[in-house]
């Protein structure tokens, strides 16, 4: 009977302190471990590349000039005659690639400041702006130096500002322009027509930001960019008032000058880039 009892108190005293552990609070966990997502800024250096299309948007206000004939004159003796422009349009591919800066005030959304420079081929095609005179000696052939024809690379150094929404850039850019070209008489060139070209570049555009693990990404760079723009280049410094020529074959040196009016040396380029953006995230 006794060893019952003190078998019975042994059990209930067991399963009061396992009831008893069963109430006490249990050990916190530890809390979570927050990472904050870093908010994209537009602020750090960017290099990339890009290609589009180039048209002509210069304002050609004369098409022909007088030849002298006679003797002496251009057309082996004979009378003088007219030579004709025949005022094809002068457009083709660009491409290249570019460099530059960006300056974000506010990360996330604010204004965006930087600086751009570019460098650019141009093809604007062959046998641009080659004039036609009947009658004229195959001594000579008439070109026309006003127009672009012998332009075949040009360049921008721009300041840009704009507005960021958060991976979206919507920006202005304007600037100092340049350019060269050949004096290949394929296109339309001259002995003494290649000559270095200034002006200015103004446009705008819209870019956005890729996220950093796009399949873009091959340099490994904080960001991929994509953009669009749209520039209007004006290289008429160098240019105005020249007038057509006619041009010694043998020689490919000007042999007479007609100052038919001013063509400005304009054009415009729409084109896609794509930039990789390295410092800041």
């Given at each position: 009977m006794i060893k019952t009892l003190l078998l019975a108190s042994a059990a209930t005293a067991l399963l009061a302190g396992a009831a008893?552990?069963?109430?006490?609070?249990?050990?916190?966990?530890?809390?979570?471990?927050?990472?904050?997502?870093?908010?994209?800024?537009?602020?750090?250096?960017?290099?990339?590349?890009?290609?589009?299309?180039?048209?002509?948007?210069?304002?050609n206000n004369t098409n022909s000039f007088a030849v002298p004939g006679g003797?002496?004159?251009?057309?082996?003796?004979?009378?003088?005659?007219?030579?004709?422009?025949?005022?094809r349009n002068q457009e083709g591919f660009t491409g290249g690639g570019q460099i530059g800066y960006n300056v974000q005030f506010t990360p996330g959304s604010g204004v965006v400041v930087g600086i751009e420079a570019d460098a650019q081929y141009l093809d604007f095609g062959r046998n641009r702006n080659n004039g036609f005179a009947a009658g004229l000696s195959p001594a000579y052939y008439v070109t026309d130096p006003?127009?672009?024809?012998?332009?075949?690379?040009?360049?921008?150094?721009r300041g840009r500002i704009g507005y960021a929404f958060d991976r979206v850039l919507v920006y202005g850019t304007g600037g100092f322009a340049y350019g060269?070209?050949?004096?290949?008489?394929?296109?339309?060139?001259?002995?003494?027509?290649?000559?270095?070209?200034?002006?200015?570049?103004?446009?705008?555009?819209?870019?956005?930001?890729?996220?950093?693990?796009?399949?873009?990404?091959?340099?490994?760079?904080?960001?991929?960019?994509?953009?669009?723009?749209?520039?209007?280049?004006?290289?008429?410094?160098?240019?105005?008032?020249?007038?057509?020529?006619?041009?010694?074959?043998?020689?490919?040196?000007?042999?007479?000058?007609?100052?038919?009016?001013?063509r400005d040396d304009e054009f415009a380029v729409v084109r896609a880039g794509l930039n990789y953006k390295f410092g800041s995230y």
């Open positions: 008893s552990a069963a109430d006490l609070p249990r050990r916190a966990a530890p809390p979570p471990v927050f990472t904050p997502v870093p908010v994209f800024t537009w602020t750090g250096f960017y290099a990339g590349f890009n290609a589009g299309y180039a048209f002509d948007a210069s304002s003797p002496g004159g251009f057309t082996g003796g004979g009378p003088g005659t007219t030579a004709f422009f025949s005022q006003r127009g672009l024809s012998s332009l075949d690379f040009f360049g921008t150094v060269s070209g050949s004096a290949d008489r394929s296109f339309g060139g001259f002995a003494g027509n290649d000559s270095f070209r200034t002006g200015y570049a103004v446009g705008g555009g819209i870019e956005y930001a890729l996220p950093t693990d796009s399949f873009l990404n091959f340099f490994r760079s904080s960001a991929v960019t994509l953009k669009v723009e749209g520039l209007y280049v004006n290289l008429d410094r160098n240019t105005r008032n020249q007038g057509a020529l006619v041009i010694n074959a043998a020689s490919n040196a000007p042999a007479y000058y007609s100052p038919v009016g001013r």
